[in-house]
């Protein structure tokens, strides 16, 4: 097989040269001409069966050109057979939920997780009732009617790793879904460990530029054909512009991805010497790979790090606040970098007493790299830090 540096470039790109294109075409067409009913028809019953198209695309709803590109696309870089793109990672994440539920309706799900993975499956909204386990009791939570676990790996916020193999052989027959949206498919491919489904908030490393919300989910031909069913019936698509972008996002993808873990690496490194910080959260560092994941399941350790500073939410806030060059922003996998707090903001919706438990401290703080210099962003991020626990006084270093 093709590298995937080489995948990057050139998926979705098969069929330029017979339509005399170089750059994709943007179909922005909401409905087609139908000038033979009985054709149209057919066409109409093949994609509301979840057929990946059908001669004629009949309403934007239910097919459009541009966002089946991108999806071959990017099914090609995570060695899956299919994928189907959302209008968000929740819109992926709701209509993986909703085309699971005709196997049961109870759910395993391995904390920590993205806040709102956590709110979607702890609401009720979708009418699924879940049990949240670490990852050694997914097989003890198992019970006749469950019809997916879930896990994040690396997990946000706090960098966890899960093994994907090991949660795979305790689900036995039980779908597993990971949330790949940290690795991206330059670092993990899930399915190549026995995963069915893997989810990606596009939104993040995927689109990479802070433009487009979005979500994919790539997985074998007969769930992605359940989930486009789901995908018309719910209408929770994407935009052709989302994907026309996120397509021309994809061959710079691996560069993108080993250039920010380059700096995520010395960086994480210079923060966990740091006298003003306490911890720091990055699967490079060994104690935070106790299994040996990274370099088996994961080809390297990504651009995330978690860190909690000296101080409590304190000096947290300030260094928000001192940051010049870095965003004070949540999302992630920009080609900036972004820092956010996650008590305060993307997992807020989490009660406080999970976050407790997983460690989400009122003085963690989370850093997206960018594609900056090191030492642009190791000026900024220590002068915050020093300027923080400065303006905060010496009190609030011994204070929790
Ligand atoms: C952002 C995020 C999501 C949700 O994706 P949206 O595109 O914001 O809907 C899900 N999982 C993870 C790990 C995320 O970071």
């Not at 968000?88 to 759910?107: D, E, K, P, Q």
């Not at 009732?129 to 006749?144: G, I, K, M, N």
């Not at 959260?281 to 000296?310: K, R, W």
Request: charged residues 20%.
């Amino acid at each position: 097989m093709l590298s995937i540096e080489t995948r990057s470039v050139h998926a979705g790109r098969e069929a330029f040269s017979e339509l005399g294109v170089h750059a994709p075409p943007i179909d922005l067409s909401t409905t087609y001409p139908l000038n033979d009913l009985a054709e149209a028809t057919s066409s109409l019953d093949a994609l509301a069966e979840g057929r990946r198209q059908a001669d004629n695309p009949i309403y934007a709803r239910l097919h459009n050109p541009t966002v089946a590109r991108f999806e071959r696309a990017f099914a090609s870089l995570e060695q899956a057979g299919d994928a189907v793109a959302f209008g968000s990672g929740m819109a992926a994440l709701t209509a993986c939920l909703l085309a699971a539920r005709s196997r049961g309706r109870h759910v395993v799900g391995i904390r920590p997780a993205y806040g709102g993975t956590d709110h979607l499956l702890s609401s009720g909204l979708v009418d699924v009732e879940t049990t949240w386990v670490r990852p050694d009791a997914v097989r003890a939570a198992l019970r006749p009617e469950t019809a997916l676990v879930v896990l994040e790996t690396p997990a946000n916020p706090t960098l966890e790793l899960v093994s994907i193999a090991d949660i795979v052989a305790q689900a036995g027959e039980v779908p597993v879904l990971v949330d790949s949206t940290f690795a991206t498919p330059v670092l993990q491919r899930p399915l190549l460990h026995g995963a069915t489904l893997v989810l990606h908030s596009a939104t993040k490393f995927i689109g990479g530029h802070g433009d487009v919300l979005a979500g994919v989910v790539a997985t074998g031909e007969r769930w992605a054909t359940e989930l486009r069913k789901v995908r018309l019936a719910t209408g929770g698509i994407l935009h052709p512009l989302g994907a026309y972008l996120l397509h021309r996002g994809l061959p710079t993808l691996p560069l993108r991805v080993k250039r920010a873990q380059r700096t995520a690496r010395l960086l994480a490194g210079r923060l966990a010497r740091h006298r003003f910080v306490r911890r720091v959260a990055y699967p490079g560092l060994e104690a935070c790979d106790p299994n040996g994941l990274v370099g088996t399941q994961m080809e390297g350790p990504g651009s995330m790090i978690t860190f909690e500073v000296d101080g409590g939410y304190d000096v947290a806030a300030t260094v928000l606040k001192e940051v010049r060059l870095i965003t004070p922003a949540v999302s992630l996998g920009s080609v900036d970098t972004l820092i956010e707090h996650p008590a305060g903001l993307t997992h807020r919706i989490v009660p406080e007493t999970v976050l407790r438990d997983q460690g989400i401290s009122p003085g963690l703080l989370r850093l997206s790299i960018g594609l900056e210099s090191a030492s642009d962003l190791w000026l900024d991020l220590s002068t915050a830090l020093r300027r923080a626990v400065r303006l905060c006084g010496t009190a609030a270093r011994i204070a929790t």
